[in-house]
């Protein structure tokens, strides 16, 4: 093994279990109370929500090693598109004890992140991704464990992580979906259990959960059931009893529903949505994040007024496949990132519902600590962060930088190899929301092969 390998090794098992947002990386808004009182009969309102990041995040340029040491490897092993050790004094961590006393640094531009973080609101975990079972580097390289399908592909392995299931893309049903099946008798109007606010989505199919969708304005209306049809306000009260009427035909009959179904909820959202005007904090300007999570907000405001105590949202944003021009394109998305979040960490304090809502992040997968001269191409294995929206759980939670139990191995050019799965990520949040021990392979179906089933630092 040359030297530059072991100096390469080295840095991964020191370093690169600290950035974030790839498949080595996703974040997390609030998981203070997940733990012993996240219990089945847990009380009150809780919702998660997905952060999807499309494309494969840098989680390297997310979070970086600061310690001088360290730093000189994070940049010897990408050059060309490492940040500047100067540039991240500003959003530089004190000592973590967890990791020997090193240093790290958020991405400049994440410096609402930085002080969630400094204030006890955000953690970081190392290396997750999506795995069958615990899989070694020997493993890996024999093939000797079943694998998840198709890695390094764009569409599979989102269908991967929102799914979780051994199919790629074409999957059916998503870990989001199911933990609605198992939650949504615990709401009034079950069709507000997994809504959407960036379209269509896997995460949130279940077994009997429908997915609700959102545009950023609120409900998307059917055009022509209300106001005026063809300038005839009778026109269109014809039109909906036309869409209503029952049907000696089953097909027919069973739209007839479902579409009635649809007109009563977006009638009922529209009438209990407050306006966005409703919080303090404005929605940054040009940020189709912040838009996104600004509608989950006033979805949660609106709780009472819709019988929802358990929901599941997702919302997502694109643009992270930087095999060119990473610096800048990268630096421009962590930027929309740190807005959004701050800005919907805000919105849950005018609500005082820190305590009650948990955002994490996701992403295609990791991507290759090297350099392909511009950027970087797709990984496997990434670090993940959590933002805990719940100030009690401050402790130690958010200075709890974690390496992986089995240092990462460098599958191929800084390339990770998961050390904790996608599963045991997910059953965490399930459990939190209230989804038994006993229920959980019916959510998660692969937790049967992980003798730990939950994350250990969020429990």
């Not at 080295?10 to 600290?18: G, I």
């Not at 199919?205 to 049809?229: D, F, H, K, P």
């Amino acid at each position: 093994m040359t030297a530059s390998r072991i100096s390469r090794r080295e840095f991964l098992k020191r370093a690169s279990a600290l950035s974030f947002t790839g498949t080595a990386a996703p974040f997390a808004l609030n998981l203070a109370s997940i733990g012993a009182a996240s219990a089945q009969m847990a009380g009150g309102y809780r919702a998660v929500v997905c952060l999807f990041l499309f494309g494969g995040n840098d989680h390297t340029n997310t979070i970086v090693p600061y310690d001088q040491t360290e730093y000189d490897e994070y940049f010897n092993s990408r050059p060309d598109i490492a940040l500047m050790r100067n540039a991240l004094s500003a959003t530089a961590t004190a000592p973590v004890a967890s990791q020997g006393g090193q240093s790290f640094a958020f991405h400049p531009a994440l410096t609402s992140l930085n002080a969630l973080y400094d204030n006890g609101n955000l953690a970081v975990m190392a290396n997750v991704g999506p795995l069958i079972q615990p899989t070694t580097m020997a493993q890996y390289q024999n093939r000797s464990v079943p694998l998840p399908p198709k890695l390094f592909s764009h569409n599979d392995q989102q269908s991967v992580w929102q799914a979780n299931t051994a199919v790629g893309e074409g999957a059916r049903r998503g870990w989001g979906g199911r933990m609605g099946d198992m939650l949504a008798s615990q709401n009034g109007l079950p069709i507000f259990t997994a809504v959407s606010a960036a379209g269509n989505t896997v995460f949130l199919s279940g077994e009997n959960v429908l997915q609700y969708q959102m545009s950023t304005s609120g409900a998307i209306s059917i055009r022509g059931i209300s106001g005026s049809l063809y300038g005839s306000s009778s026109a269109s009260s014809r039109y909906q009893q036309l869409i209503r009427r029952n049907s000696p035909h089953l097909f027919e009959d069973e739209l007839g529903n479902v579409t009635a179904r649809s007109i009563d909820s977006n009638a009922l959202l529209s009438s209990s949505l407050p306006p966005a005007s409703q919080f303090m904090t404005p929605i940054p300007s040009g940020n189709r994040l912040a838009s996104q999570l600004n509608i989950v907000a006033r979805m949660i405001f609106a709780r009472g007024s819709l019988g929802t105590n358990r929901q599941v949202f997702f919302v997502s944003l694109g643009g992270f496949d930087n095999h060119d021009f990473l610096l800048d394109r990268h630096g421009n998305l962590m930027q929309t990132l740190d807005q959004a979040v701050a800005a919907f960490y805000a919105w849950l304090g005018e609500m005082s519902m820190e305590s009650n809502v948990t955002l994490f992040t996701a992403s295609d997968f990791g991507r290759t600590l090297t350099s392909n001269g511009d950027g970087s191409d797709h990984g496997w294995g990434r670090i993940t962060s959590r933002w805990e929206t719940r100030y009690e759980v401050a402790i130690s939670m958010a200075h709890f930088l974690k390496l992986p139990s089995i240092p990462p191995e460098d599958v191929r050019q800084g390339n990770l190899l998961p050390s904790t799965s996608v599963d045991q990520y997910a059953a965490t949040f399930a459990r939190w929301l209230g989804v038994s021990d006993s229920s959980m392979p019916a959510v998660l179906p692969n937790i049967v092969n992980f003798s730990q089933r939950y994350v250990d630092f969020l429990l």
